[in-house]
């Protein structure tokens, strides 16, 4: 920190020297680091922007359940491949929500199933309406759903926000529970890495020497190696018989033993750049001990650098979770994640005649996206005295 | 330069020795072992072996000794370029990968080609020309580019060829050379079929080193020996290719090394979705069968060939940039 109040902003200290300091002025020379750190962050748009929509997608990983108004794994083949149905908002002139009765036939030259709306029979659609029994937040037993239909109808089989897949599930509710896992596996996935990365990363540029060159040299290898052939070694390696959390959880930790380097490199970069600063240097001088120096001086100062790498190590874990799962090696039904849905997808034929089972693939990508502007945004903000 | 090469090729051995080490055990750690899986495929077409006859064969194939005999035996028999027998094709594995590995070189490489020659004009485009139009398009198609994971790419345009020109994009050769022998009519085919693998591979390769390369040339362009040149009266071509351009291009080709590793890695699946006749499929279908002997050379071979290409290119970098001679010594 001590460094931080000598080079604050130069054309601050240009702009106060031939004058009384202005209140603006003032507020940045006591402002603390991070309150610097938020300032900076809020100059970058997109950031801010990429932040609320990953908010957004961690509050719909929370209320999945709730989101979703059909039960995710019910199949049913009178249901099968739906195409997307709208709501239609307005009756006329007045708010009314509601879908058209469905009714399904097959065709009779092409053996496909057919869907026809039907007009005249509008079936209304209720907010807060009761559905299949869940626990809300995993605690408060409960049946209410943001959207569903009335008593007499089933949500099941009336409303078809994004269509259903082969086996007539609802691809909505499918997908709001699929954010849960996908968002969720890389946030586990990344703390292993990030572990991993400080323990070996911190070792590496505080000892350097011998340890420093094995660590480095060990990812450089890790580096030249093609991970996803080794992933699909190691995940198609699980037993078959193992619950879906054991899966989840070796899952991770296959991906995050093989993405553990990068993270390594910019906590060893952290750790050799401070190592000769004045003021670690001096808390040296005045006896402090090994562990104390560590936590007290030096983390806090890289701690921003941190929380932006790792940031943007979330994208890679989302991405590798969605190709094993895509393989078939990941993720198992009856698990959902955006890469099981996908695998709907992997057959050019279906895809040409159910365009749909693609979507699962926007959330990838809008995700993907908004991890990496929310990085490069807390990467910027992480060195607020820089230009 | 010497020194840099030998320690280069020190490392490459013992990634080499790393690969094989992570290949045996992806053979090794899945419960039971291949006379299982077979003696289960044998009940489930009707034929039943014999406690006496699985203990045989296990003995034949070395299954009874301890790991690292086995890991040993598996060396030596691929020293001898004998990489055992594919139990689910009956057939040595050798000759079931086949053309297979070079296909999956060839596509790798032709990504990297066009990453190059993509990224470089596009880099220095969007450095010179910055905030324009041009260099907003080009970030823009780079963060996609990023973002959108490569088969799901792949698919996509799978998916357009299909629905707009009612063809099947995927694929490396036309049907009438699928099965041919290699002529340079088979050739000609697969460098028509060769760009949109390579596209599609190369993306986020390219997306990347378009911003990598953009931001050392903005570092570079600042600097007060680009105006002094520009100042002298310099052509502007000049001033921007001849100095600016070769500095800037170190970082960027530090990077192809291990873009390398990440684009076969890519093609693997990439394959998979497409179609492509590459080791991808095998290995998936080898996997999941619990072909050990298959999977573990299609694994140990993938990560050999990425070696010797990254150190290819570490060796270019060094013929490139004499700085890293200095360096190094």
């Known amino acids: 920190m001590a460094e931080a109040q000598l080079s604050l902003d130069p054309s601050a200290s240009q702009a106060t020297q031939g ?25 970058h748009k997109l950031a801010m922007v990429s932040g609320a929509i990953i908010i957004g997608f961690y509050l719909v990983a929370l209320g999945a359940d709730f989101l979703a108004y059909a039960d995710p794994n019910v199949s049913e083949a009178q249901r099968s491949l739906m195409p997307p149905q709208p709501i239609y908002l307005f009756d006329g002139w007045r708010f009314s929500p509601h879908v058209y009765a469905v009714r399904g036939r097959r065709d009779p030259m092409t053996f496909k199933r057919v869907y026809q709306a039907d007009p005249s029979q509008k079936i209304p659609i209720r907010f807060f309406a009761r559905g299949f029994e869940y626990n809300f937040l995993g605690l408060i037993p409960t049946s209410v759903h943001l959207i569903g239909v009335d008593a007499g109808h089933r949500a099941e089989n009336t409303i078809f926000l994004l269509g259903t897949d082969v086996q007539g599930r609802d691809q909505w509710s499918r997908l709001v529970y699929a954010t849960r896992i996908s968002m969720t596996i890389g946030l586990v996935g990344v703390a292993l890495s990030l572990f991993l990365g400080v323990l070996l990363g911190g070792v590496s540029g505080l000892y350097g020497g011998f340890a420093d060159t094995l660590i480095q040299r060990l990812i450089e290898i890790l580096r030249s190696i093609p991970t996803i052939p080794l992933w699909m070694g190691l995940a198609a390696a699980l037993p078959r018989e193992w619950s879906i959390l054991q899966i989840y959880f070796a899952i991770t930790i296959i991906i995050s033993l093989l993405g553990w380097t990068e993270l390594a490199r910019v906590v060893r970069g952290r750790f050799l750049a401070l190592r000769e600063e004045d003021f670690v240097v001096s808390a040296r001088l005045v006896g402090c001990t090994q562990m104390r120096i560590i936590f007290v001086h030096m983390v806090p100062s890289f701690m921003s650098h941190i929380i932006a790498a790792t940031t943007l190590a979330l994208p890679a874990m989302i991405i590798s979770e969605t190709a094993l799962s895509f393989l078939g090696l990941g993720l198992r039904p009856p698990a959902i994640s955006w890469g099981v849905l996908l695998q709907q997808a992997q057959n050019v034929q279906t895809v040409a005649i159910s365009a749909w089972l693609m979507l699962p693939a926007l959330p990838v990508i809008v995700a993907v996206l908004a991890f990496n502007f929310l990085g490069d945004g807390l990467r910027d903000a992480a060195d607020p005295y820089g230009h | 330069m010497l020194t840099y090469i030998a320690r280069r090729l020190v490392l490459a051995v013992f990634t080499v020795w790393a690969v094989s080490v992570l290949a045996f055990a992806i053979i090794q750690l899945p419960p039971g072992d291949y006379i299982t899986s077979y003696i289960a495929q044998m009940a489930a077409t009707g034929s039943i072996v014999s406690e006496q006859e699985a203990e045989n064969l296990r003995i ?11 890991y040993y ?4 028999m691929i020293a001898q370029g004998n990489f055992g027998m594919s139990m689910e094709w009956r057939r040595p594995v050798g000759e079931v990968i086949g053309d297979r590995l070079w296909l999956t070189m060839v596509v790798s490489f032709a990504a990297l080609l066009l990453t190059w020659t993509l990224a470089l004009p ?27 994971p490569n088969f799901l790419l792949a698919l996509v345009i799978l998916y357009l060829g299909f629905v707009f020109f009612d063809a099947n994009i995927g694929g490396l050769f036309s049907l009438e050379y699928q099965d041919a022998p290699w002529s340079w009519a ?7 079929h060769l760009p949109i693998p390579a596209l599609i591979l190369g993306l986020a390769g390219t997306a990347q080193q378009i911003r990598i390369m953009r931001a050392n040339l903005l570092d570079e362009l600042r600097k007060p020996y680009v105006v002094t040149a520009r100042a002298k009266g310099l ?17 960027f080709a530090s990077t192809i090394g291990y873009l390398f590793p990440y684009i076969v890695s890519g093609s693997i699946i990439v394959s998979l979705v497409l179609s492509l006749p590459t080791v991808g499929p095998l290995l998936l279908k080898a996997l999941i069968a619990q072909d050990m002997f298959l999977a573990g050379t299609i694994v ?17 970098l060094v013929w490139i940039d004499p700085r890293i001679r200095l360096e190094d010594t």
């Not at chain 1, 004058?19 to 100059?43: G, N």
């Not at chain 2, 596009?122 to 959108?148: E, K, N």
């Not at chain 2, 070696?307 to 270019?316: C, F, K, N």
């Open chain 2, 186 to 192: 088979k050739v000609w085919d697969l460098l028509k």
């Open chain 2, 300 to 316: 140990l071979m993938l990560g050999v060939m990425t070696v010797i290409g990254t150190l290819i290119s570490d060796i270019i």
């Open chain 2, 235 to 251: 052509p502007e071509a000049k001033v921007i290719l001849k100095y600016p351009v070769r500095v800037a291009l170190n970082p």
């Open chain 1, 19 to 43: 004058r009384r300091p202005t209140t603006a002025d003032e507020r940045i020379f006591v402002a603390s680091q991070w309150q610097l750190m938020w300032w900076r962050f809020r100059k």
């Open chain 2, 122 to 148: 596009i880099g220095i485009y969007s450095a010179v020309r910055q905030y324009s139009l041009g260099d907003y398009l080009f970030t823009f198609i780079g963060f996609l580019g990023l973002a959108v």
């Open chain 2, 60 to 70: 034949q194939y070395g299954l009874d000794r301890p790991i690292y005999v086995q």
């Open chain 2, 73 to 76: 035996k598996w060396m030596v």
